[in-house]
């Protein structure tokens, strides 16, 4: 049996997909799926044996319920992902005191897990995005959601657990299954939502100099070369450590916009909207995944372009209202 904590959510549905079709269905799904949203969707094409809902899994794990089950893998990707989430206390226990438990339940079991950190510990840049366990203690994440990926990461390099598991740095990712996400949905889908309902997409202007507005940079990947990344390193002997999962490639808001006019058959229309106050001093004009030690391991796939990667989205999902199964 594989495990796949927040596997209605974008990256984990996705994770379940890329298993079944390799034609793996014995997949425990842990989530939260709450009423205030549809992330359930993302779950009726998939095929998978069993749910149980976050607080459960935890209580079973730790009651020795999956002592006696033979668990192929952990994937967890479960945790609050709201980067203007400002209950610390909620983060920590979310997203690094649930880390803990599963990470040190599957190192005493030998169990192979690859779980979810972020770009986000990177803060500002100004040290780079390289993922290098030695240098993560330099690090500023800029908000509470970046920090409280950091405290794991930190922990598990104090404890020498990155001999046994694997942490993943994403990018910015995007793709089908993303429609639950409300304020934190990408911006190739707000860029669909804009295009569809009134022609023109709106993107932030710049208040740095060095940028024109539009062109400040960030690491986008498709959810489906996310997914294969992480398949890889899970499945690699010495897949182990911390790893950027991202394109390795900065592209500006302005292309993305163009990609997804593109894709829809339209004009391009982009209007340059003032900055909310709050975000101007917070705001990152660049974000670059450094992926030459995920390259060095043997990863030679090229990740779609994006604007292939655009068109298959919106063309195959959002314009058809499918979800990953659905083909």
Known sequence: MYIVTGGAGLIGSATVWKLNCEGITDILVVDHLGNTTDKWKNLAPLKYSDYLERDEFFSKLEA???????????????????????????????????????????????????????????????????????????????????????????????????????????????????????????????????????????LFKSYKKEYADGESLRDFLYVKDAVDMILFLFRHPRGTGLYNIGSGKAETWNSLARAAFSALGKPCNIEYIDMPEHLRDRYQYYTCAEMGKLRALGYDREPMTLEEAVRDYLCNYMLTGKYLGDE
Do not use: W
């Not at 192979?112 to 803060?123: F, I, K, L």
């Not at 390099?157 to 409300?182: A, D, L």
């Open 64 to 202: 020795g319920f999956f002592d006696n089950v033979k668990i192929e893998g952990v994937f967890h990707l479960g945790a609050c992902s709201a980067t203007t989430e400002r209950d610390a206390t909620y983060l920590v226990k979310n997203n690094f005191r649930c880390t803990v438990t599963l990470a040190e339940y599957c190192i005493s079991r030998k169990i192979r897990m690859v779980y979810a950190s972020s770009c986000a510990t990177y803060g500002d840049g100004s040290l780079g995005y390289r993922d290098d366990e030695n240098e993560i203690d330099q690090l500023r994440p800029m908000n509470m959601y970046g920090y409280s990926k950091q405290m794991f990461d930190l922990y598990a390099r104090q404890r020498g657990y990155f001999k046994h598991i694997t942490g993943c740095k994403f990018s910015n990712i995007y793709g089908p299954n993303e429609r639950h996400k409300g304020e934190m949905r990408s911006v190739v889908m707000r860029c669909f939502e804009q295009i569809t309902a009134d022609g023109k997409m709106r």
